[in-house]
């Protein structure tokens, strides 16, 4: 039956997130140390875990595509001055087009499809579509009371576009398994074959969404429900070709391979080996430095498309972005004003945005797979010296790395400032640059301490440090509530740039006294 292997499925994941989280709760400094084994074993727990886990569904199903229609649809109906339903539907059809080869449940390799399928042998049939059938549900439900709560159009229309939106979504997945039969090709969804390829047609479907609108182009309100109708066709045509396929498990078998997602040791290890793809051999690549400074920079030419691809990648969509307001305020009077408020008042939002963009994260990551989880095995590797001298080096790195998209990003404001109109005082256009500068230098130094202090990874490679999860949740949030503070971009800016000094120079200190005790091997 589908519902036992839907139940069954969710009390899995139940459990492990249920004993992750006591896992986490007995790695907590001082209270950890109050909770005993014997939590593990409490079905009062069980319980409450289930509670909580409903609990989390229903956030995932409907305050998840609140701020998905909120972010994506209503705040840039602004730009517009235009609440039709021709526009709205407009957007949402583009985003459903984007969104049914991107975000498909099927291919998307996660941790509890390996528990059931490859470690508890659940077939790989049922459980691949039971998924998929709440994906759509869920989906369906969220989107159309986030249409309905905040959006003008009819309830008839929202359920319009959220069936299009399910039937795309089987067509897509109807399309990559035809794909899959012909070429014996895995799809991973979060590994497409070329990034180049795959952010490049988001961007289109970006600008048919956004921008050819701007010029007037809307697709007509009688031809959604053409659309709906081909749509509902081939829907037909096409679901039958996920009930009928046979190759689930074949499909699972390579899809849930050590590559995409880090279980225990010696899945770390394979993860690690195919990094070596990414890394430069060149015997030929040395450096003029001594010491660790060698040491460092001949990890970091050889590890410089690890280390850079996301910053370059981030360039380029910052570069995009940039060109499209760039030429929306220069031929449109609306925009301008907006665009020159945005900056003037609106500074506190760039930290929140400077904290998905900052790579420090992702770079400290690649540290510790790539040098730390093999050489702090040695005992020379940590003592003090050592660990102070490659701290400064990787500093300086994780700085210059993140200082590409940042000096793009702030440059660019100060542009966009110039063209919207400008500003009185002179100095903001200073303030604005240094205070992007600032958050930038801020985000590279958290990160790097955070690593250096908690040193949150174990030898397998996984996430152990429940104070450094809890330290970058913290973070999140405070940049979220600061980007709600209205005040002028000289003041904020101000303000960011003292705190980034303060911020730094503790941090260094910190680093001195405890890092040599902490820095080490889990």
């Known amino acids: 039956m589908m519902i036992n292997t839907f139940v069954d499925a969710f009390l899995v994941k139940n459990a492990y997130n249920t ?32 509670i909580v886990a409903v609990f989390v569904q229903l956030v995932k199903v409907f305050g998840y595509k609140l701020l998905y229609i909120f972010c994506f649809i209503t705040l840039p109906l602004g730009l517009f001055n235009n609440t039709s339903s021709d526009l709205i539907m407009h957007i949402y059809l583009f985003l459903a087009l984007i969104g049914c080869f991107t975000n498909t449940e099927i291919f998307n390799p996660t941790k509890d499809k390996y528990y059931n399928i490859v470690l508890l042998k659940m077939d790989a049939k049922k459980l691949a579509i039971v998924n998929f059938l709440y994906f759509l549900i869920t989906t369906w439900l969220g989107q159309l009371v986030a249409l309905i709560l905040l959006t003008n159009i009819m309830w008839y229309d929202a359920l319009l576009l959220v069936n299009m939106l399910v039937f795309l979504k089987v067509i897509a997945i109807s399309i990559y398994i035809f794909r899959i039969k012909k070429t014996n090709e895995v799809i991973n969804e979060n590994k497409p074959k070329s990034w180049f ?48 396929f046979d190759g689930y498990q074949r499909l699972y078998k390579r899809l849930l391979i050590n ?61 995009f972005v940039f060109v499209i307001f760039l030429f929306l305020t220069l031929i449109n009077d609306g925009i301008r004003v907006g665009v020159n408020n945005f900056i003037l008042l609106f500074l506190p939002y760039l930290l929140f945005i400077m ?62 400032l110039l063209v919207s109109g400008g500003t009185d005082n002179v100095i903001n ?58 005040v002028s971009s000289f003041i904020f800016g101000l303000i960011m740039i003292l705190f980034a000094i303060v911020y730094t120079i503790i941090s260094l200190i910190l680093v001195y006294f405890h890092a040599p005790k902490t820095f080490r091997l889990r």
């Open 355 to 416: 904290y998905f963009i900052n790579t420090g994260k992702s770079i400290t990551n690649a540290m510790f797979m790539n040098c730390d989880h093999s050489m702090l095995t040695y005992r020379f590797y940590r003592n003090p010296k050592v660990i102070l001298s490659l701290f400064k080096e990787r500093l300086k790195t994780i700085i210059i790395i993140n200082l590409i998209p940042t000096l793009v990003l702030a440059f660019s404001l100060c542009i966009l």
């Open 19 to 50: 004993n992750q989280f006591i896992y986490a709760l007995q790695r907590l400094p001082l209270v950890g140390k109050l909770i005993s084994n014997k939590l593990y074993g409490k079905n009062i727990l069980k319980v409450i875990s289930v």
């Open 259 to 319: 590559d995409n997602f880090v279980l225990n040791t010696s899945e770390s290890n394979a993860l690690q080996k195919n990094t070596l793809k990414q890394i430069t051999l060149d015997v030929n690549i040395t450096s003029n430095k001594e010491g660790y400074a060698y040491f460092h920079e001949l990890f970091v030419k050889r590890h410089r498309k690890i280390l850079g691809d996301s910053a370059k990648m981030t360039t380029i969509f910052i570069i």
């Open 429 to 486: 256009y200073l303030i604005i640059l240094m205070a992007v500068l600032s958050m930038s230098i801020f985000f590279s130094v958290h990160y790097l301490v955070l690593y250096y202090l908690l040193q949150p990874y174990s030898i397998g490679m996984q996430m152990k440090s429940a104070t450094y999860n809890v330290i970058t949740i913290i973070t999140y949030w405070a940049c979220y509530y600061i980007a709600q503070i209205r």
């Open 197 to 244: 390829v795959y952010i490049g047609l988001i961007l289109i479907g970006l600008i048919f969404s956004y921008v050819v609108p701007y010029f007037g182009f809307v697709i007509p309100y009688y031809v959604f429900y053409l659309l709906v109708f081909v749509g509902l066709i081939l829907f037909l045509v096409n679901i039958k070709n996920i009930f009928s």
